[in-house]
């Protein structure tokens, strides 16, 4: 199925762009140029390819996720710039609307 000006048009008006006819001409080739590769790569026999979860052969470099006490509030609070009661207190950020 190929792509044509007027599938880029409508493409276009669906993300709210505006293409010149040159711009429109060139969007359609490489549009077009796509999807004769993914017609090559759909012809690939994959049947006994095993699907690939990671290029490289790293294992998980991440520590185990183990409970911890939480933070006391003295702590998380001493280099908080401003703090109210054992909260940290920070500027208004709602406006109202006019």
Same mark, same amino acid.
């Given at each position: 199925m190929a792509v044509t000006k007027r599938d880029v048009e409508h493409i276009a008006a669906?993300?709210?762009l505006s293409f010149s006819e040159e711009e429109k001409e060139k969007l359609?080739?490489?549009? %077009?140029? $796509?999807?004769r590769y993914m017609e090559k790569l759909n012809a690939l026999d994959t049947?006994?390819?095993e699907p690939l979860q990671?290029?490289?052969?790293r294992v998980n470099v991440l520590r185990e996720d183990e409970p911890v006490p939480p933070t006391p %509030?003295? $702590?998380?609070l001493q280099n908080a710039p401003d703090s109210q009661d054992r909260f940290f207190?920070?500027?208004k950020v709602i406006s109202q609307s006019e």
């Open positions: 669906l993300a709210k359609t080739a490489e549009l %077009n140029s $796509v999807l049947e006994q390819i990671n290029m490289n052969e %509030n003295t $702590v998380a207190k920070v500027p």
